[in-house]
């Protein structure tokens, strides 16, 4: 099966940004889609942005104009580069083949992204 692991969170101040990595232990060309999940202190998991192997993309309306999702299929990595970061935007984000926030299919194990104001 394939492996999903993330990379890229730290400690930001607001106004600034990170790029996330989402890594795969196999070709991503052959998912039909890779989707960014985030889970804030005391709230449930959300979607944040997702991109089909055909490239379409979408985006939660939270972070749209600021967050761009790409991908690299010789890398067999998809990025999530966060710009304009906000103290909302403090999360763990996960990577995953999920096309519903609850559960199912394939998850990293996470990153923590946390912005300070």
């Known amino acids: 099966q394939v492996q999903l692991v993330e990379s890229g969170g730290g400690l930001v101040q607001a106004g600034g940004s990170l790029r996330l990595s989402c890594a795969a232990s196999?070709?991503?060309?052959?998912?039909?889609?890779i989707t960014w999940y985030r889970q804030a202190p005391g709230k449930q998991r959300e979607l944040v942005a997702r991109?089909?192997?055909?490239?379409?993309?979408n985006y939660a309306d939270s972070v749209k104009g600021r967050f761009t999702i790409s991908r690299d299929n010789a890398k067999n990595t998809v990025y999530l580069q966060m710009n304009s970061l906000q103290p909302e935007d403090t999360a763990v984000y996960y990577c995953s083949t999920a096309l519903r926030s609850t559960g199912g299919g394939i998850w990293g194990q996470g990153t923590q992204v946390t912005v300070s104001s």
């Open positions: 196999a070709s991503i060309s052959s998912i039909s889609a």
């Open positions: 991109i089909t192997n055909g490239g379409s993309t």
